[in-house]
């Protein structure tokens, strides 16, 4: 069984999450999502991330490679302000959100991407915020597959400048006693 380590991303990890960012648009190109484009997520995103301390890895614990990269912020996400629908909890309760995230092709369908959602759970829970908010494109079967597997609560759309998603949130409150 694999043995995984979960830590703030570092710029020589740079390299890596880009690789599992292009490993995740190949795979949802072919599939026909529309989630992520050529240009999104780019370097950029992923270094300003890193910079910010939003950037987060789960690496196998025997060499210490990223297998799954997120962006994990506590600073709120803008677009949630205006969901078309409701949150379980108060609009501007603190909460943790992720974005970006992408699991290693060689790991997919092990329980990475579930893996790396309870270290965010955790995260949160330790930084004392109320929730977890995550959103992601209509036709994203894998993480709505995700979402609902962790009991995540569908709360409306979200909208940005490239189209809607889909919002969930998972009140925190009652992970560890599950």
């Known amino acids: 069984m694999t043995e995984f380590s979960f830590r703030a991303a570092t710029k020589s990890d740079a390299d890596r999450i880009m690789q599992l960012i292009e490993q995740a648009k190949t795979l949802m190109r072919n599939e026909g999502r529309q989630q992520w484009s050529e240009q999104y997520p780019a370097r950029m995103h992923i270094d300003n991330d890193i910079a910010s301390g939003n950037g987060y890895v789960l690496c196998t614990t025997d060499n210490d490679v990223a297998v799954a990269y997120g962006a994990i912020l506590f600073t709120g996400e803008p677009a949630y302000d205006d ?14 959100v992720l974005h970006r995230l992408a699991v290693a092709e060689e790991m997919r369908r092990q329980g990475v991407a579930t893996r790396f959602f ?50 969930f949130e998972r009140v925190l409150s009652s992970f560890g006693r599950e």
Request: charged share 25%.
């Open 118 to 167: 309870h270290e965010i759970e955790r995260l949160g829970a330790s930084k004392g915020v109320s929730s977890f908010r995550v959103d992601t494109n209509y036709d994203n079967d894998y993480m709505l597959r995700i979402l609902s597997k962790l009991g995540f609560s569908y709360c409306g759309e979200i909208k940005y400048q490239q189209g809607s998603r889909q919002a």
């Open 83 to 96: 969901i078309v629908g409701s949150w379980l909890t108060e609009k501007r309760a603190p909460y943790v």
